[in-house]
Every structure is written in C-alpha cells, then in structure tokens.
C-alpha cells in the first residue's frame, strides 16, 4: 500500500526567509503524481504545486518549487522569500496513474512570523 | 472559472437533525469526492463518483451517511440523523480524466463546516 509520510509537524519561518518542507512516499508504482496543497485558517485546500513521476525536471510555481528525488522517493517543497500569507498546514499527497484517490500525509505547520 | 461551490459553508444543528451539503463540481470535470476533516483523523476520503455514478463508497462511517449525483452539476451528501461525532469540515473536491493516468490533480471547493450539538 502507498503511504505518505511528513515527519515535520510544525515548522516556522522568518519573513523573507526561505524554508523547506519534507515529504516520503512508499511505493511500487511507476507512474505517478505528487502533490502539495495548502490549508490557510480559511481552511481552504489550495494546489501549490504538482509534479508528474516521469518528469525529471523539478516543477516550480513563483516563489515554490520541489526537489524531487524519485529514487530515494522523496519530494520537498521549498519556499523561497516567504510571505506571512504563506502561514497555513500544507499537506503532501500521492496519486497513482492507476487509481483515482489521493493518498495525503499528515501535513506540516508551517508559521511565518514578521 | 468558478471553482467547486459547495454550501453552506456553516451549519449548526442538533443531534438527531438531518443535514445535506451540496456541492456543485467544476463544469466539465467527471469526477467528484467528498472528504471530511477531523483533527482526530485528518482527511478521509467518504466516497467519490465518475460520471454521476458511485465508484468507491467504504469510506462512508455508517448507513447514516449516504451521497447522491443526480447530474453533473450537482452532489449532495446527507448525514440523517446527524451526531456531535459528525462535526468535522466537509470538503467536496472534482477532478478530469486524464488521457496518460484515470484522473488527474483534485480541485477542493471551500468546505463546509459542520457543529452538530
């Protein structure tokens, strides 16, 4: 069974700062999705970045971007110039090609402080 | 674009009440889940559809729980009778068929949260 693991449960950061943020998976599967969603206290779930398994190239979107190691199955997400409205629970989550749910990590806290 | 809609986005009820939450999926997407949110549990993933019909339904905790996709545009999941255990944020999410996998990234609407007292 696949599994996502985040093993930082909170996590903060100074303005401007830049921050990273762990996530494994377990998995036999090939082909695969990863991705990273957001909580703000709104407690809307946002995409903040996907990134397809047979892709080398690590994906970025602004100021996010992701050190994917598919080897070691590890996919980071890295925060460059973070903002206070980047202060929210951001989950990691796994999809494989062959199924059609989510498989999401227990997520990480990551407070951005002035 | 309009996201996923879902309302209300609050409700407060009484034990033994029934509730129903809507969700209305991003047009043209052919999936549709429904997840809640408990500090306890995290996300859990109650059921989903594909093409308004029911594909995986063992999340949902118990008979009092039950989904309907009458079409496209337009899901209800209902809790009767609801308990103080149900207050949790619902969240409603839809994705596309993908040509390279069966689906592909999940868009979440803005989720419901639910007190039963």
């Known amino acids: 069974a696949q599994t996502v693991t985040q093993s930082q449960p909170e996590m903060s950061v100074q303005e401007a700062e830049t921050v990273t943020l762990s996530c494994t998976y377990d998995?036999?599967?090939?082909?695969?999705?990863l991705f990273w969603y957001k909580q703000p206290p709104s407690r809307q779930m946002i995409l903040v970045i996907r990134?397809?398994?047979?892709?080398?190239q690590n994906a970025t979107e602004n100021r996010f971007s992701v050190n994917f190691q598919k080897a070691a199955k590890s996919f980071s997400l890295k925060i460059s110039d973070s903002q206070l409205g980047d202060t929210a629970m951001y989950f990691c989550?796994?999809?494989?090609?062959?199924?059609?749910?989510?498989?999401f990590g227990t997520g990480t806290r990551l407070q951005v402080f002035p | 674009d309009a996201g996923v809609i879902q309302s209300p986005r609050h409700e407060v009820t009484e034990m033994g009440q029934e509730v129903t939450l809507r969700c209305k999926p991003i047009?043209?997407?052919?999936?549709l889940f429904w997840y809640r949110q408990t500090m306890m549990r995290g996300l859990e993933l109650l059921i989903y559809?594909?093409?308004?019909?029911?594909?995986?339904d063992s999340g949902m905790p118990e008979d009092r729980f039950s989904a309907k996709m009458p079409n496209a545009s337009f899901s209800t999941l209902k809790i009767q009778p609801s308990e103080p255990r149900d207050s949790a944020v619902y969240f409603c999410?839809?994705?596309?068929?993908?040509?390279?996998?069966?689906?592909?990234?999940?868009?979440f609407g803005p989720g419901t949260r639910l007190t039963v007292l």
């Open positions: 999410a839809s994705s596309l068929t993908s040509g390279r996998s069966r689906t592909d990234t999940q868009y």
């Open positions: 998995t036999s599967e090939n082909n695969y999705y």
């Open positions: 990134q397809e398994a047979y892709k080398q």
């Open positions: 989550a796994f999809m494989s090609y062959n199924t059609d749910k989510l498989i």
């Open positions: 047009s043209g997407h052919d999936y």
């Open positions: 559809f594909n093409n308004n019909v029911p594909i995986d």
